[in-house]
Structure formats: structure tokens, C-alpha cells
């Protein structure tokens, strides 16, 4: 929905309305966060605004199905990483085959005519950005009293932010924007809070990598959304690089130690 808006900013804007609503409906709800639960929600709500950014570029730049495979394949490997060198969640064999599948995936789509130099920069940055703001979240959910309060909280730094943002920047289409395509920028939002919220409830208490891997199977849905209703080309790299990298995912989701 952010790829085929007309102004991916003002549908981020709308996306994050939602966010924004259902953070001050179930804060009186919740316990209040800790001084640490605190530094986590600031940490990750600078790394969500980052994401942002980098996604709307992202989209600006290159197609549906290259870009989304890029960013969201790529996240679980980063977020295993990044687990791995700070707090010891490490990898069995299987989960480094995982790593080496979508790392396959990732270079079938990139090389030749796969893949656009400058979209491939911004769609890899954008994998950066998601597993940073996925790891802070879930180390910040698990030193939180109440999962719905971590992500109201969350919602309300970050839709505050996104909004005093599209306020800035697009005062005079508002309106026009909300009339036209409001109802779509609500669904995406209900959407975006729901998954958002599921990850956090898994992260409370599972290995980070894996649900964040076992998150990204979406991608391959993502590349055939692109084919079905933007009409992006799916010719036979992008098949090739979607099946490599799905299957990393699943492979790394499966393979998960509990």
C-alpha cells in the first residue's frame, strides 16, 4: 500500500495514525514503563524513524518484489548477527545453511539485470534498519512489564513523530489525501499494528532470530503481490531469488532451539 500510494509519505502518515490510536486507547490500561523499559523504547522508536525513511526511499527507488525480498530477506540474517555478538544467540548448522540460502537468494537477485544498483543499496540499508528496530524491540518488550504497553507506548512515540512529520511537510494535502485513500492508509494500520504486535509477543519470550525469520515469509507474498497488482515484471531471477530466500527463512524458522 505505501509502494502504490500516490504520496507514500501521507500513507505512512495514515499508517501510523492507527498506531498512534490504539497506544492512547489501551494506555490507561497498562503499567507504567520502567527507567530501562524507557531507554528501549527510545532507542527503538529513533531506529523505527530510520526505517521509515530508508522504506519510503526504498519504494521511490525500485520495485515492489526487488526491494521488499531485499529488506525483509535479508533482516533475519542481520538480526541473527546482531543477537549473536551481543546477547549469544547463536547458530546451529542449520540456521547457517538458512544464512547461505538467502545470502544465494539475495546475490541471484542483485547481479546482472536482476537488480538496480542504487535500490539494491537503499533495499539493503532498509534489512539494516529492520532488524535493528526488531532486535531494540524485543530486548525492550522482555525488560517491560506488559507487552501492550511496550508497543502503546511505541505506537504513540512514533506516530507522534511520523504525523508532526507529514504535518511539516504536507499541511495542504491532508485532506485530500484522507478523502481519497483514508479507509486504505486505516486497513494498512491495522495491519501494521496487529503483525507488530504478534512479533512482540513472541519475542517475550522466544529466540529473536528465528521469529524474525519465520516474520519475513512474507516476502514471498510481497514479490507476488508486486507480479499480481503493480504489474511488476516476476520473470524467472526474481522466481529463482524469492524460492532461495524463502526457503533460507524457513529453513532458519524451523531449525529454531527452545
Excluded: N
Excluded at 546475490?107 to 528496530?133: E, H, N, P, Q, W
Excluded at 511505541?154 to 511539516?168: C, D, K, R, S, Y
Excluded at 529466540?207 to 515484471?233: D, M, N, Y
Amino acid at each position: 500500500m505505501v509502494k502504490s500510494a500516490a504520496d507514500r509519505v501521507l500513507m505512512m502518515g495514515a499508517i501510523r495514525l492507527v498506531g498512534l490510536l490504539f497506544g492512547l486507547a489501551v494506555l490507561p490500561f497498562v503499567p507504567w514503563p520502567s527507567p530501562t523499559t524507557w531507554i528501549w523504547l527510545a532507542l527503538a522508536t529513533a531506529a523505527t524513524f530510520v526505517y521509515y525513511g530508508l522504506l519510503i526511499e526504498s519504494y521511490r527507488i525500485g520495485d515492489l518484489g526487488q526491494v521488499y525480498p531485499l529488506a525483509r530477506g535479508s533482516a533475519p540474517v542481520l538480526l541473527a548477527l546482531i543477537a549473536f555478538v551481543t546477547i549469544g544467540e547463536r547458530l546451529a548448522p542449520a540456521q547457517i545453511m538458512a544464512v547461505a540460502l538467502i545470502t544465494g537468494g539475495i546475490f541471484v537477485l542483485v547481479i546482472g539485470k536482476g537488480g538496480d544498483r542504487m535500490a539494491v543499496g537503499f533495499a539493503l540499508a532498509t534489512g539494516i534498519s529492520i532488524a535493528t528496530y526488531s532486535f531494540l524491540g524485543g530486548l525492550g518488550v522482555r525488560s517491560s512489564a506488559s507487552i501492550l504497553g511496550f508497543q502503546a507506548w511505541l505506537e504513540i512515540l512514533t506516530g507522534t513523530g511520523m504525523l508532526a512529520f507529514v504535518a511539516f511537510r504536507r499541511p495542504g494535502r491532508i485532506w485530500a489525501f484522507a478523502r481519497a485513500k483514508g479507509a486504505i492508509g486505516l486497513f494498512a494500520g491495522a495491519l501494521s499494528v496487529g503483525g507488530y504486535l504478534a512479533f512482540l509477543a513472541a519475542a517475550k519470550e522466544l529466540p529473536l532470530a528465528p521469529i524474525a525469520a519465520l516474520r519475513e515469509c512474507s516476502l514471498i507474498f510481497g514479490t507476488v503481490i508486486g507480479a499480481v497488482l503493480l504489474k511488476e515484471p516476476f520473470g524467472a531471477r526474481r522466481i529463482a531469488a524469492a524460492g532461495l530466500v524463502t526457503s533460507g527463512v524457513i529453513v532458519l524458522a524451523t531449525s529454531a532451539r527452545h
